[in-house]
């Protein structure tokens, strides 16, 4: 596996989301990454990236993915950065509400998740367990 981590940013844009998933099919590719695992990562990708394009980006900013393998743990990690302020959080346990189901999804693929500081915004992030 390639260890080197692979970053790219993205305007605030509609076609962000999928020019994300590409990234990271193209970095999963690279690194052997395949399968359910990196079904997984795609869909971390794609609910980080839309929850940062809706709640998380000003007018005329962006978000920066950033995709970091760590091939000695075993596991790979995403991280969504934007400037935009509130801490994100699953809203409801049992499913019934209108917000949230991104995460919801992120949260049951993922083995870990949460969010970091930075100044301005915030980082939200994944980690996924990779096959042996």
Not at 28 to 34: E, T
Not at 67 to 80: F, I, K, N, Q, T
Not at 84 to 106: H, Q, T, Y
Request: with cysteine.
């Amino acid at each position: 596996m390639n260890e080197e981590f692979r970053e790219r940013f993205y305007r605030r844009e509609r076609q962000s989301v999928p020019a994300a998933r590409e990234f990271t099919r193209a970095a999963l590719g690279d690194w052997g990454v395949d399968g359910e695992c990196a079904d997984d990562i795609l869909l971390c990708v794609s609910e980080l990236a839309t929850n940062a394009l809706v709640h998380g980006v000003p007018p005329g900013r962006g978000f920066l993915l950033r995709l970091l393998p760590y091939g000695d743990e075993g596991r790979a990690r995403v991280e969504v950065h934007d400037s935009g302020g509130g801490v994100p959080a699953v809203p409801c346990a049992d499913g019934d509400c209108e917000g949230g189901r991104g995460l919801m999804l992120v949260q049951a693929v993922a083995d870990k998740w949460g969010v970091g500081e930075r100044d301005p915004g915030k980082v939200v992030w994944c980690e996924v367990r990779l096959p042996s």
